[in-house]
């Protein structure tokens, strides 16, 4: 057996694995709830868990890969990681029957570069700490900007669906899929300069402020325009940045025509605000957003900010239905805010399970957001993400999804 017909072998029994999973009944159902919740409906809240440290996660040699070839080694570890959230994770995921090949493209970006020292204390963990050189600390620096062009390379989306069918496509079908819209200035704008200078910028120089959103606005619009005219934004995917994508969206675009903005999320944030007022998050981020966001389906704001005290700022994106609500917002305060005519998306700390856990905390906090938005006829979804560490004990993780899922169960019914 030569080492490709070994490694093909491998992949298609995961992959036949993977189709029951998704194909099961339980999986048909979590996928309409993902779909209803975005709807407005009530229903069980999605639970989900994302951003994991994967690298401490590998419980009893589980995700030990055995491909030799580097691709299908890839296409392994995808797969193990899947079965491995299904066995061991009493929550949600984004498991659904069709394997999907992204579209590729590069992006020559906007002219500005990032300067950099990182200190890591686990040399495995992604998540370091980080000290930001202010490059756009002078207005001539802004000369750097330049136009970002997209260049899309449907020859290699061709390609890649040939091979990946080579292996399974006759398991599962393969998909070529586009892309959604993730759109956070302001953190790359703090990766740029450090979160002091721009504040202090608030202050001292807010027109400079206002012509770097300026430029980022112009390219964001551009690289918008190109993406569309490219085909390559798509509004299939289950996920929407840790959180539920699906949605009825009423049919915008021709059939069988590439999709656009409107037929699509944009997702947007701005999470170094957390100290602004509300009213300077309104002047430098959302007046800028929203026209931007206004050529899309839906709307999805927030991430790590806590919002609690600027909803009603928020409202003015014309197609807003879905906000962040992050560990340190109101959560009550949020869903009276929202009521149901938008989604609250719920983010419990992940400090929970960093070194221990505690089922009275977890329980705890999952009521709180389960009681808020009972009581202010509220649908949401609850999503565990910016997870750095789980303390080297994939059993936190386990122990959290149990817990939540426990408290849902009571008041929802099991999924």
């Not at 992959?15 to 919740?37: C, G, P, Q």
């Not at 009825?248 to 999709?259: D, K």
């Given at each position: 057996?030569?080492?490709?017909?070994?490694?093909?072998?491998?992949?298609?029994?995961?992959?036949?694995?993977?189709?029951?999973?998704?194909?099961?009944?339980?999986?048909?159902?979590?996928?309409?709830?993902?779909?209803?919740?975005?709807?407005?409906?009530?229903?069980?809240?999605?639970?989900?868990?994302?951003?994991?440290?994967?690298?401490?996660?590998?419980f009893e040699h589980e995700l030990d890969c055995l491909c030799e070839d580097p691709g299908m080694r890839g296409m392994e570890y995808g797969l193990r990681v899947a079965l491995f959230r299904e066995k061991h994770f009493r929550c949600d995921n984004y498991i659904e029957p069709v394997w999907v090949v992204s579209k590729s493209y590069s992006n020559t970006g906007h002219g500005f570069s990032i300067r950099e020292e990182r200190l890591a204390v686990d040399r495995n963990n992604g998540i370091v700490s980080h000290r930001y050189?202010?490059?756009?600390?002078?207005?001539?620096?802004?000369?750097?900007?330049?136009?970002?062009?997209?260049?899309?390379?449907?020859?290699?989306?061709?390609?890649?669906?040939?091979?990946?069918?080579?292996?399974?496509?006759?398991?599962?079908?393969?998909?070529?899929?586009?892309?959604?819209?993730?759109?956070?200035?302001?953190?790359?704008?703090?990766?740029?300069?450090?979160?002091?200078?721009?504040?202090?910028?608030?202050?001292?120089?807010?027109?400079?402020?206002?012509?770097?959103?300026?430029?980022?606005?112009?390219?964001?619009?551009?690289?918008?325009?190109?993406?569309?005219?490219?085909?390559?934004?798509?509004?299939?995917?289950?996920?929407?940045?840790?959180?539920?994508?699906?949605?009825?969206?009423?049919?915008?675009?021709?059939?069988?025509?590439?999709?656009?903005?409107?037929?699509?999320?944009?997702?947007?944030?701005?999470?170094?605000?957390?100290?602004?007022?509300?009213?300077?998050?309104?002047?430098?981020?959302?007046?800028?957003?929203?026209?931007?966001?206004?050529?899309?389906?839906?709307?999805?704001?927030?991430?790590?900010?806590?919002?609690?005290?600027?909803?009603?700022?928020?409202?003015?994106?014309?197609?807003?239905?879905?906000?962040?609500?992050?560990?340190?917002?109101?959560?009550?305060?949020?869903?009276?805010?929202?009521?149901?005519?938008?989604?609250?998306?719920?983010?419990?700390?992940?400090?929970?399970?960093?070194?221990?856990?505690?089922?009275?905390?977890?329980?705890?906090?999952?009521?709180?957001?389960?009681?808020?938005?009972?009581?202010?006829?509220?649908?949401?979804?609850?999503?565990?993400?910016?997870?750095?560490?789980?303390?080297?004990?994939?059993?936190?993780?386990?122990?959290?999804?149990?817990?939540?899922?426990?408290?849902?169960?009571?008041?929802?019914?099991?999924?």
């Amino acid at each position: 057996m030569s080492e490709f017909q070994r490694d093909r072998g491998i992949v298609r029994e995961l992959t036949k694995r993977y189709l029951e999973i998704a194909v099961s009944d339980r999986h048909v159902r979590m996928r309409r709830r993902f779909r209803d919740s975005n709807d407005l409906k009530i229903v069980r809240p999605p639970l989900i868990m994302e951003e994991i440290p994967w690298h401490e996660m590998n419980f009893e040699h589980e995700l030990d890969c055995l491909c030799e070839d580097p691709g299908m080694r890839g296409m392994e570890y995808g797969l193990r990681v899947a079965l491995f959230r299904e066995k061991h994770f009493r929550c949600d995921n984004y498991i659904e029957p069709v394997w999907v090949v992204s579209k590729s493209y590069s992006n020559t970006g906007h002219g500005f570069s990032i300067r950099e020292e990182r200190l890591a204390v686990d040399r495995n963990n992604g998540i370091v700490s980080h000290r930001y050189e202010d490059v756009l600390a002078e207005e001539e620096s802004l000369a750097a900007y330049h136009d970002p062009v997209i260049t899309p390379y449907p020859e290699n989306d061709k390609k890649n669906k040939e091979h990946v069918e080579e292996i399974v496509g006759d398991i599962l079908p393969v998909e070529i899929r586009g892309h959604g819209i993730y759109y956070a200035p302001w953190d790359e704008i703090a990766m740029l300069r450090g979160v002091e200078p721009i504040l202090i910028d608030m202050v001292e120089r807010p027109e400079y402020l206002h012509r770097i959103m300026r430029l980022f606005t112009r390219a964001m619009t551009l690289t918008m325009d190109q993406m569309e005219a490219y085909g390559l934004y798509d509004p299939r995917s289950l996920s929407l940045h840790c959180t539920p994508g699906s949605v009825t969206v009423p049919a915008a675009s021709e059939p069988g025509m590439p999709y656009l903005c409107r037929d699509i999320w944009f997702r947007t944030m701005a999470q170094m605000f957390s100290t602004v007022s509300p009213d300077a998050h309104d002047e430098f981020d959302l007046q800028y957003s929203i026209p931007l966001a206004a050529r899309c389906a839906y709307t999805y704001y927030g991430c790590c900010e806590p919002l609690s005290d600027r909803i009603d700022k928020l409202k003015q994106y014309p197609n807003l239905r879905k906000v962040g609500c992050s560990p340190w917002a109101d959560v009550e305060r949020t869903a009276e805010a929202l009521g149901g005519a938008y989604v609250l998306s719920r983010k419990p700390n992940p400090a929970h399970v960093a070194h221990r856990t505690d089922r009275a905390e977890i329980r705890a906090e999952i009521e709180e957001t389960v009681k808020a938005c009972r009581k202010y006829g509220c649908p949401c979804d609850i999503t565990l993400k910016d997870i750095s560490t789980v303390g080297y004990r994939p059993e936190n993780l386990f122990e959290w999804a149990q817990a939540a899922s426990e408290v849902l169960d009571e008041y929802y019914g099991e999924a």
